[in-house]
């Protein structure tokens, strides 16, 4: 990118780069750069709530599966 400036002309020269809002905001809160919590801490509750998530989902269609069967020969039929 060149800016002209009436007789002047210089060049401008550099990367850019995406960054998310929430680093932007924690870097603005806390200019010294420290960190408060680990990645460990995000990365356990990550996999925490993927965790959760699955054993629900896996609850969720083993009870309609269950429901949706028909009764074997001699079991009682129930609703």
Same mark, same amino acid.
């Given at each position: 990118? @060149? ?6 002309? !210089?060049?401008? *020269? /550099?990367?850019? !780069?995406?960054?998310?809002? =929430? *680093? +932007?905001?924690?870097? %603005?809160?806390?200019?010294? /750069? ?7 801490? &995000?990365?356990? @509750? =990550?996999? %925490? %709530?993927? %965790? +959760?998530? &699955? =054993? &629900? /989902? ?5 009870? +309609? ?8 020969? /001699? ?5």
């Amino acid at each position: 990118m @060149v800016l002209c400036d009436s007789d002047k002309r !210089q060049a401008v *020269e /550099g990367i850019t !780069q995406w960054v998310p809002i =929430a *680093e +932007l905001r924690r870097q %603005a809160a806390d200019p010294t /750069g420290s960190r408060r919590h680990s990645s460990k801490t &995000g990365l356990f @509750v =990550a996999v %925490a %709530a993927v %965790a +959760l998530l &699955g =054993a &629900g /989902g896996w609850l969720v269609t083993s009870i +309609l599966r269950n429901r949706s069967r028909s009764a074997a020969k /001699g079991e009682p039929w129930t609703s």
